[in-house]
C-alpha cells in the first residue's frame, strides 16, 4: 500500500520535472543572447562581394518604433556604403526626431531627399552626405506615415498621402498631392476615392475614430516618369497605376485587388521602356517575396522577368534596375541589400539591420528620372524565372542556414496540411521580426515562444487535475 501510494506521487511530480526542463532547456539559449548581447555598427557588415558597386550606395534603414517612440536597438538610419562593402557614412534618424525611414532619392548631384515619420506628422529634407547637413527641411503635422515624397519641377514636392481618413466628413481622402515650397501650399491633389470604384470593404480599413487607424490604399510610392504622368504604388489594392494630372484619368493599371498571381502588396514600381517603346514594369512583390517585371504587350501585360522565393526573399520593398543592367534590391527582413545579374546571380550583398526599406546607387540619380539609361529584361534577352544563388548566407533565410519558416514549409511540404502550415510559415516570417528582441536570434525566439506555450499548457494541465481540490476549497470558503 505504502509503495503504490508513493508511485501515486511521484508520477505527476516526474511530468513537472520533465516539462521544467524542457522549458528551461528552451529558454537557456535566448538567456544567454541578453546576457551576451552587445549593440554596435558591426551589424553593418558586407556579404558577397563578387565585384565592386559603382560609387555610393545609400541605404534607407526604416528601424522600428512603438506608438511613435523609436526604440534605440533598431534605429531608423541612412547608410553610406562603399564599393566594397566599406561603411563611409551614417546618418542617424534620431538626430531630427525621426523614427521610421523611407524612400531616399538621389537630387542635386550628390545630395539625398529624405522621407522620414516622427510622433504626430512627417519630414522630408534635403540631406548633404558630404558635409553632414540640412539644405533645407518641410514639416508636415497634418500627414502622417508618409513613405515617399519626390522633388519635381524644381521646388515641388511630389507626396503620397496614405492614413488619410477625414473623421469630420467620415471619408476617407487617401491621396497624392503636390505641395509648391515657394507658395507654401498645394497646387494640385488627386483622391483615390473620386477616380477609382472601390469599395470601403477593399483593402485596409478604410476609417477611424481618430484618423490614425486608418490604412484603406496605403499608397506607398509615387514618381514623375513622364510630364504630367504620375505613377503609384496603392499597397493594399495590389496594383500599380499611372495617373494623368491634367485630365486625373488613370492611364495605365497593372494588377487588382487580391489577385495576387500578379502582386500581392508590392511596394516601390519602377517604369521603364525597352528600346522598342514597350511599356515595362519592374516591381518588389513583397507578400510574394519575389521581384517581378511586367511588359505591356498587344494591350496585356506579360510577366517577362521573376526571381527570389519564400526560400531566399523575405518581404522585399524595393527593386531598382541599374544601367549595367542589374537589379538593386532591398530584402527587408532578411536585412539586407542585393545586387543581382538577370539570372538571379548575386553580385554585391550587404546586410543593414533594421528593416531596409530603399536603396540608391548615388552616382546614377533618382531611378525614376533616369529609366530611359536602365535596360528592360526584354531588352537583354533573359526574359525567364530564376533562383536567388550566391549569398554569404551571414543571417538564417540568405543562404544555406534555414528560418523557423523556411523549415516548417519543408518539414510539411506533400502532407495535407502543406498549405495552412505554409500560410502560418509565412505569415510568421512577416510578423516574428517585428515582435522579437533585437538580442534574441530567430531559432531563439521559437524556444521562448514554445516554452510559453508549454508553460501555459502546464497552467492548464494543473487546473484539470487539481480540480476537485480547488473546487473543494472554493466550496469552503463560499460556505
Do not use: C
Amino acid at each position: 500500500m505504502l509503495n503504490e501510494w508513493k508511485t501515486r506521487l511521484s508520477r505527476p511530480w516526474v511530468v513537472r520535472a520533465v516539462v521544467l526542463l524542457v522549458i528551461v532547456s528552451l529558454l537557456a539559449p535566448s538567456a544567454v543572447s541578453a546576457l551576451t548581447y552587445e549593440p554596435s555598427d558591426t551589424d553593418l557588415q558586407r556579404g558577397t562581394i563578387e565585384s565592386p558597386a559603382e560609387g555610393t550606395t545609400v541605404i534607407s534603414i526604416q528601424g522600428f518604433k512603438f506608438k511613435g517612440q523609436a526604440n534605440g536597438k533598431k534605429p531608423a538610419r541612412l547608410v553610406g556604403v562603399g564599393p566594397r562593402g566599406d561603411v563611409k557614412w551614417i546618418h542617424e534618424g534620431a538626430d531630427l526626431d525621426v523614427t521610421w525611414f523611407y524612400d531616399v532619392d538621389p537630387v542635386n548631384g550628390s545630395n539625398l531627399l529624405v522621407s522620414g515619420t516622427r510622433k504626430g506628422g512627417t519630414t522630408i529634407y534635403e540631406y548633404n552626405p558630404q558635409t553632414d547637413e540640412i539644405v533645407w527641411r518641410e514639416r508636415f503635422d497634418d500627414i502622417h506615415d508618409t513613405h515617399d515624397a519626390d522633388l519635381i519641377n524644381g521646388d515641388q514636392l511630389l507626396v503620397a498621402n496614405m492614413r488619410n481618413y477625414n473623421t469630420e466628413k467620415q471619408v476617407n481622402e487617401d491621396r497624392i498631392f503636390i505641395y509648391d515650397r515657394s507658395k507654401d501650399e498645394t497646387v494640385w491633389e488627386w483622391q483615390f476615392r473620386n477616380h477609382t470604384d472601390w469599395a470601403k470593404s477593399q483593402g485596409g480599413q478604410y476609417a477611424s475614430e481618430d484618423g490614425s487607424g486608418d490604412d484603406w490604399t496605403h499608397v506607398n510610392d509615387v514618381d514623375k516618369i513622364a510630364e504630367g504622368q504620375y505613377l503609384m504604388s496603392p499597397r493594399n489594392m495590389d496594383q500599380v497605376m499611372v495617373v494623368n494630372r491634367s485630365t486625373k484619368n488613370i492611364d495605365m493599371r497593372l494588377g487588382s485587388d487580391n489577385n495576387y498571381e500578379v502582386m500581392n502588396e508590392q511596394h516601390n514600381p519602377t517604369y521603364m521602356e525597352s528600346q522598342n517603346g514597350t511599356p515595362t514594369i519592374l516591381v518588389a512583390d513583397s507578400h510574394g517575396d519575389r521581384v517581378v517585371e511586367y511588359a505591356k504587350r498587344g494591350g496585356d501585360w506579360k510577366r517577362t522577368w521573376e526571381v527570389g522565393s519564400r526560400q531566399s526573399f523575405n518581404w522585399p520593398r524595393d527593386a531598382d534596375r541599374l544601367p549595367n543592367g542589374n537589379t538593386l534590391i532591398v530584402d527587408s527582413n532578411n536585412h539586407r541589400v542585393v545586387e543581382v545579374n538577370s539570372q538571379g546571380e548575386i553580385v554585391w550583398e550587404f546586410y543593414a539591420p533594421w528593416a531596409p526599406y530603399d536603396a540608391e546607387r548615388i552616382t546614377y540619380g533618382d531611378e525614376a528620372t533616369a529609366a530611359e539609361n536602365r535596360p528592360t529584361i526584354a531588352d537583354q534577352n533573359a526574359e525567364g524565372k530564376y533562383r536567388l544563388t550566391g549569398s554569404a548566407g551571414l543571417t538564417p533565410g540568405t543562404g544555406q542556414k534555414l528560418t523557423f519558416s523556411q523549415w516548417l514549409s519543408a518539414a510539411f511540404a506533400g502532407t495535407p496540411i502543406s498549405d495552412p502550415v505554409a500560410e502560418f510559415a509565412n505569415q510568421w516570417s512577416k510578423i516574428a521580426p517585428w515582435v522579437r528582441p533585437v538580442w534574441m536570434g530567430p531559432w531563439d525566439f521559437v524556444g521562448a515562444v514554445v516554452a510559453g506555450l508549454l508553460l501555459v499548457g502546464w497552467l492548464f494541465g494543473e487546473l484539470v487535475y487539481n480540480r476537485k481540490r480547488i473546487s473543494s476549497g472554493v466550496r469552503r470558503r463560499i460556505a
